[in-house]
């Protein structure tokens, strides 16, 4: 038999997956201001207090659910490094991205949503990691330009031109949909 914290923890991992899922349902439909607690915890079938117990607030919960999205982002291209093959490299991220716009468009649509706002849950994240996780890419990226792997760009703009071009397909899927019939 678990013991019992093994048991509770396995319980509170499941109950935060729910309420994640419920959340990202909720924000991407809704918006931040649009979505109540009670309107989660509808969808993930748990008491509010649960909600209210794992993330102490809405914004807490909102925040958390922002970070989960761009810890999931920024992971498809954590690992390549100055000795990787940039197309082999690039071709990869560009690829994972994309399936990431088709097997969690809603997502794309929160953080969409959250720019489009003035990123106001995102300022710290975008003043700090996000800075720090951008050089590093950069860094690579100019690495490979000053090797003679790669054309020269500004690997900025190549990064936001990815992004915009993976993302475009979740945060426009009614566009879309529409025009591919």
């Not at 207090?49 to 794992?54: G, M, R």
């Not at 720090?132 to 703009?157: C, F, H, K």
Request: aromatic share 12%; hydrophobic share 45%.
């Amino acid at each position: 038999m678990a013991s019992k914290s093994k048991m509770d923890g396995s319980i509170g991992a499941k109950n935060k997956q729910k309420i994640l899922v419920a959340a990202e349902k909720a924000f991407a439909t809704y918006g931040f201001k649009g979505t109540s607690v009670q309107q989660i915890a509808d969808e993930a079938e748990l008491p509010k207090t649960n909600i209210l117990y794992y993330f102490k607030s809405k914004q807490g919960l909102y925040v958390a659910l922002l970070q989960d999205i761009m810890s999931l982002w920024n992971s498809r291209f954590d690992q390549v490094t100055e000795d990787d093959d940039p197309a082999e490299s690039l071709a990869d991220y560009i690829a994972d991205k994309m399936t990431m716009s088709r097997t969690h468009p809603q997502a794309s649509k929160i953080f969409a949503m959250e720019v489009l706002n003035g990123a106001p849950y995102l300022n710290k994240f975008f003043s700090n990691e996000h800075v720090a996780w951008m050089e590093g890419r950069v860094a690579i990226l100019n690495s490979w330009i000053a090797q003679g792997r790669m054309t020269a760009v500004d690997p900025l703009y190549l990064l936001f031109h990815i992004w915009a071009c993976t993302q475009h397909y979740a945060d426009f899927s009614a566009q879309i949909t529409s025009l591919r019939g």
